[in-house]
């Protein structure tokens, strides 16, 4: 029979616990609060009334119900006071030692059959729970933070929690309406194992002044849809906690991948810790402000003035749908385009394709007829390389192998003019040995369109050791022109979003090899935990597993990390045909 838990101790009630504690009371629940003293009770007090206050405010709670809610937590400096708690959760400051003693102290004054929680987001659950008399009765609750609005909850078991503690404690989550997720006491559970080794990353890439911060940021929200980009989420996280987990996670893990980035260490040292102290990666307004300051580290994106070269007839040779999306957007944006294709009816297909995509957008009042007709009116298709003799820029978007590249930028070195600008739009090859088959490298640069082009705001500039600045510069003002974000990053495989990207989604895939939790589980980890419109399983499917593996193989060829090897299962679901939505099976089974 499940245990009628009515009362629920919290032992800490900082942001996290506080927030615990409201959540708790929201649902019904008597909460008995405990801090260190009576000023910490009382920043506590405080903190759920402010909350509070707030959620009556934007209609989220009735102002009777706050008061109830008050109403039901009771605030204490005594441990002994959750003697009558059916479930007791701590959630003090992540240090093994401190959890161990105050597990110890709750086994010695709470009934036999009550429950024990750690909220640890890193620390191993059994090394807590060995501390106490009877480890089979305590398990982990990880909540996310803000907890009154994260969905997630992670119910960590140890090799010998009981299965019933198991049971009750989801049960319990999902009355709090929550989700619970159960997980084995394995470094980081799942969000953190994924979420911490992408954070340290991106890091170690800004660490290595390979992009701006900003960059780095914007390509993360804008060309994967994520709430935040990873150096704001560190700021938000706080450099010194973001450092605790990391460091813990290494420790029990000893993948290179997890040892934080010595730039994180410095940061905390000199007190650089993120929002909190008003200083991180960013510069705040003030202590806990989200407002970012500008500081002496320059813009995004860089300088463009008028110092690129004039820009009036793009040429696309290619026509799948990448390069169909990218002669949209250029020809919505006033230029005049010139595409090739291989053969007439893939030319007619590109104008079919253009044509509907363009009277969707006049469906949905995004364009009028009159922009509509003379977007049409600006693209001409050909069957002749030849034809871009004129073109001011000309953009690749052939299929992505290196050798079929480099023969297509052989041939327009031999035609285009002087002066024209040579972009390919890889995602993943060297721009150099792009660059380096030509008699012009200066001109030669990348131009990463994210698909699909018309709806994606991204574009990554991808600038070799050869690319004048110039030509930088002109990439920069085409894609503010056609009204995308461009990016700046050096010529590196996987360039800032899939070099960020597809690391975590092997790291995914391995987890589901080590059979630590289901796809499932993990996606919904990611979504509920992270806030990613879609979890490592639903991407890759979505991407295509072949295409992921292909580009997980240029990642480690380049870097030689071994924590980048492509995971043996992904390597096995391509060999079996399993590619993902475009064949009906990947990590899932399609109808």
């Not at 479930?87 to 059959?113: C, N």
């Not at 060995?130 to 933070?145: C, E, Y």
């Not at 360039?495 to 996606?523: C, E, R, T």
């Not at 992904?570 to 099976?585: I, M, N, S």
């Amino acid at each position: 029979m499940a245990r009628q838990i009515r009362t629920v101790g919290v032992i800490g009630l900082g942001t996290m616990g506080s927030g615990i504690a409201e959540v708790l009371a929201r649902h019904g629940f008597g909460v008995i609060g405990v801090e260190i003293d009576a000023v910490a009770v009382g920043r506590a007090r405080a903190r759920i009334e402010a909350s509070t206050a707030r959620a009556v405010e934007r209609g989220k709670l009735p102002p009777a119900d706050r008061a109830e809610l008050l109403a039901r937590i009771e605030f204490s400096t005594e441990v002994a006071r959750v003697a009558g708690a059916g479930l007791v959760i701590e959630a003090v400051p992540e240090v093994l030692g401190r959890k161990r003693e105050i597990l110890a102290a709750l086994d010695a004054v709470v009934a036999p059959d009550a429950i024990l929680a750690t909220n640890t987001s890193s620390l191993p659950v059994t090394e807590i729970a060995v501390a106490t008399g009877n480890p089979r009765r305590v398990i982990g609750l990880h909540f996310f933070n803000p907890a009154p609005v994260q969905e997630l909850v992670e119910v960590v078991r140890t090799v010998v929690s009981d299965e019933d503690v198991v049971d009750d404690a989801a049960l319990l989550v999902r009355a709090l309406g929550k989700e619970p997720v159960v997980v084995g006491d394995q470094a980081g559970f799942i969000a953190n194992a994924l979420l911490f080794g992408y954070l340290n990353h991106a890091v170690s890439m800004f660490e290595a002044k390979y992009a701006r911060r900003e960059d780095i940021d914007d390509a993360m929200r804008l060309g994967c849809g994520l709430p935040m980009g990873p150096l704001a989420l560190m700021d938000l996280i706080g450099l010194d906690t973001a450092y605790e987990i990391l460091d813990s996670m290494y420790r029990q893990t000893r993948d290179r991948l997890h040892a934080p980035a010595p730039l994180i260490k410095q940061m905390v040292s000199a007190g650089l810790t993120g929002r909190k102290t008003g200083r991180g990666f960013y510069r705040y307004a003030a202590p806990g402000s989200s407002v970012v300051l500008e500081d002496a580290l320059p813009p995004a994106g860089g300088p463009v003035a008028d110092r690129g070269r004039d820009v009036q007839v793009v040429g696309v040779v290619g026509s799948g749908t990448m390069a169909t999306g990218i002669v949209e957007v250029l020809a919505k944006a006033g230029l005049d385009v010139l595409f090739v294709a291989r053969t007439p009816q893939r030319a007619e297909a590109v104008h079919a394709g253009l044509r509907r995509s363009l009277d969707r957008s006049v469906s949905k009042g995004r364009l009028t007829a009159q922009q509509r007709d003379a977007a049409l009116g600006k693209v001409r298709g050909t069957t002749a390389l030849a034809d871009l003799r004129e073109s001011d820029l000309v953009l690749e978007a052939v299929v992505e192998d290196l050798e079929v590249k480099q023969a297509l930028f052989r041939d327009l070195d031999r035609i285009c003019r002087p002066g024209a600008v040579l972009a390919t739009t890889t995602s993943s090859l060297p721009v150099i040995e792009c660059a380096a088959v030509t008699e012009r490298p200066q001109d030669v640069i990348g131009i990463h369109f994210f698909n699909p082009a018309p709806a994606m705001r991204l574009v990554e500039v991808i600038s070799t050791i050869s690319t004048a600045e110039d030509v930088t510069l002109t990439a920069l003002k085409l894609c503010r022109r056609i009204r995308q974000h461009p990016v700046t990053c050096g010529d590196r495989a996987g360039f800032i979003v899939n070099a960020l990207l597809f690391p975590y989604l092997n790291d995914a895939v391995k987890m589901l090899g080590a059979h630590y939790a289901q796809a499932p589980d993990i996606d919904r980890a990611m979504r509920l935990g992270c806030g990613y419109p879609m979890g490592p399983f639903e991407l890759l499917d979505v991407v295509g597993l072949d295409v992921s593996l292909a580009i997980e193989r240029v990642l480690f060829h380049e870097f030689r990390e071994p924590g980048f090897a492509p995971s043996p299962m992904l390597e096995h679901l391509v060999t079996a045909g399993y590619l993902g939505r475009k064949t009906g099976r990947g990590f899932r089974t399609y109808g």
